[in-house]
């Protein structure tokens, strides 16, 4: 049996290993914790370590755009996608801590998903006063939502 304790802030198992991602500084399972240059990680960390995301993907953009003309493609947007979107329409132009804490999601989760929809031009990043906001994606000739 492995015993868990609390030492200087950080979760130990009775073998000695640190059970916190050195990254997210979540808790990580007995026997699911990655190791990826010297640094535990959880595996949403190692996976994020593997395949960072790319915000501005050409590519992506333009897979997300031949499928949108397919008649036969629907897009569907998963629950925290909506979510995003219903809030911007809402609130407009938004701070990604402000959207944090309002979907109380980890950062790296909103980061892919803000991927992802900016993939599929449904949203887009600007500065604003020098804050990063999130806000809608317009098209030209679209009229903005009062």
Known sequence: MIYLFQSHGQIHNSRGRVMRCERCNDMIPEGEERELYGRILCEDCYMDSLSPLKACDPWAVH????????????????????????????????EPKTLLWMLRMKETDLERELAALRHMEKVKGELRSGKRMISIWRHSGDTPAS
């Open 63 to 94: 897979s997300a755009k031949s499928f949108s003309k397919d008649e036969s493609y629907v897009l569907h947007l998963n629950e925290n996608q909506q979510r995003i979107l219903d809030i911007l329409k809402k609130k407009g132009p938004t």
